[in-house]
């Protein structure tokens, strides 16, 4: 499956402020544990970087794609989009115009706190969290992962889905869409 990630738009609903360059290398290294874990192709698109145009850099299990200073990271997602669409494809992103973009491919997207605890379940310092009472708290046995990016993380998500829980699209028979048929199918394989 190929995973298309708009990067900024994961990073900035879990981040207060700006995004540092050690936490886009943290989320970064978790993506690349994840797709390698997975088998999933992974590519993540930034806005910006060091270039005029984009710049790809192919990473170990990830292909970090910067948009560079004449387009956005939404046109570099667009044109992937438009020039390699493929059945298995998916977008994580919440921006509503690339959303919609996409479904004129039919290529089903999901909001990045429900892609999320997906990263988080197939990675060895797994932020613990039990499910209380309405509140989260965090597990004992956890107590030494501090990486900035975990906490950023745990902020955004609030708490983390149980399996059942992440199927926020009805994946029973009858009334769905081709794209929501095509979602439930993707969302079993993350």
Same mark, same amino acid.
């Given at each position: 499956?190929?995973?298309?990630?708009?990067?900024?738009?994961?990073?900035?609903?879990?981040?207060?402020?700006?995004?540092?360059?050690?936490?886009?290398?943290?989320?970064?290294?978790?993506?690349?544990?994840?797709?390698?874990?997975?088998?999933?192709?992974?590519?993540?698109?930034?806005?910006?970087?060091?270039?005029?145009?984009?710049?790809?850099?192919?990473?170990?299990?990830?292909?970090?794609?910067?948009?560079?200073?004449?387009?956005?990271?939404?046109?570099?997602?667009?044109?992937?989009?438009?020039?390699?669409? +493929?059945? $298995?494809? %998916?977008?994580?992103?919440?921006? &509503?115009? =690339?959303? *919609?973009?996409? !479904?004129?491919?039919?290529?089903?997207?999901?909001?990045?706190?429900?892609?999320?605890?997906?990263?988080?379940?197939?990675?060895?310092?797994?932020?613990?969290?039990?499910?209380?009472?309405?509140?989260?708290?965090?597990?004992?046995?956890?107590?030494?992962?501090?990486? +900035?990016? $975990?906490? %950023?993380?745990?902020?955004?998500? &609030?708490? =983390?889905? *149980?399996?059942? !829980?992440?199927?926020?699209?009805?994946?029973?028979?009858?009334?769905?869409?081709?794209?929501?048929?095509?979602?439930?199918?993707?969302?079993?394989?993350?």
């Amino acid at each position: 499956m190929i995973i298309l990630i708009d990067a900024y738009n994961v990073l900035k609903q879990n981040v207060q402020g700006d995004v540092s360059l050690a936490m886009s290398e943290q989320f970064l290294a978790k993506l690349a544990l994840y797709g390698r874990k997975k088998k999933h192709t992974l590519i993540v698109v930034f806005d910006g970087g060091s270039f005029h145009w984009p710049y790809e850099d192919k990473r170990k299990h990830i292909t970090v794609v910067y948009s560079g200073y004449r387009s956005s990271a939404d046109d570099i997602i667009k044109e992937i989009i438009a020039t390699r669409h +493929q059945n $298995d494809m %998916l977008l994580v992103s919440s921006d &509503r115009a =690339l959303c *919609l973009y996409t !479904e004129e491919y039919n290529i089903p997207s999901i909001n990045p706190e429900d892609f999320m605890p997906y990263v988080y379940k197939h990675e060895k310092t797994y932020p613990a969290f039990i499910k209380g009472t309405g509140l989260t708290r965090k597990n004992e046995s956890d107590v030494n992962a501090d990486t +900035q990016l $975990d906490e %950023l993380m745990r902020e955004g998500s &609030r708490m =983390l889905l *149980l399996k059942e !829980e992440t199927k926020h699209v009805s994946c029973q028979r009858g009334g769905r869409s081709k794209i929501e048929r095509r979602l439930c199918k993707l969302v079993e394989k993350l």
